[in-house]
Nanobody
Framework: QVQLVESGGGLVQPGGSLRLSCAAS????????IGWFRQAPGKEREGVAFIVNTDGTASYAPLAKDRFRVSSDLAKNTVYLQMDNLKPEDTAVYYCNTLIGLTNYWGQGTQVTVSS
């Protein structure tokens, strides 16, 4: 059974930081890539970051560049999203995703709220 579980969200003030986790089970992240996405109320889902776990290559959307960093701890079968200098517009539910064959697997999401 493939399962992705996000955690680490919460309420932070502007300029604060959070580290989100995406814990995988039923698959080894040695073999699969992970994308981070987010969706705010009334807005389309948007990509945030992506990591190729075969070599650790990371890609970032403009919204994330220079503020967010994605990394993997393969021993823990977990991918992280370090989020620094958070802004109110970062408020959203954050999801991790992987593609296996023809199936996209999504976690349940974790809420990030940035507010003073």
């Amino acid at each position: 059974q493939v399962q992705l579980v996000e955690s680490g969200g919460g309420l932070v003030q502007p300029g604060g930081s959070l580290r989100l986790s995406c814990a995988a089970s039923g698959l080894s992240l040695d073999d699969y890539d992970i994308g981070w996405f987010r969706q705010a109320p009334g807005k389309e889902r948007e990509g945030v970051a992506f990591i190729v776990n075969t070599d650790g290559t990371a890609s970032y959307a403009p919204l994330a560049k220079d503020r967010f960093r994605v990394s993997s701890d393969l021993a823990k079968n977990t991918v992280y999203l370090q989020m620094d200098n958070l802004k109110p517009e970062d408020t959203a539910v954050y999801y991790c995703n992987t593609l296996i064959g023809l199936t996209n697997y999504w976690g349940q999401g974790t809420q990030v709220t940035v507010s003073s």
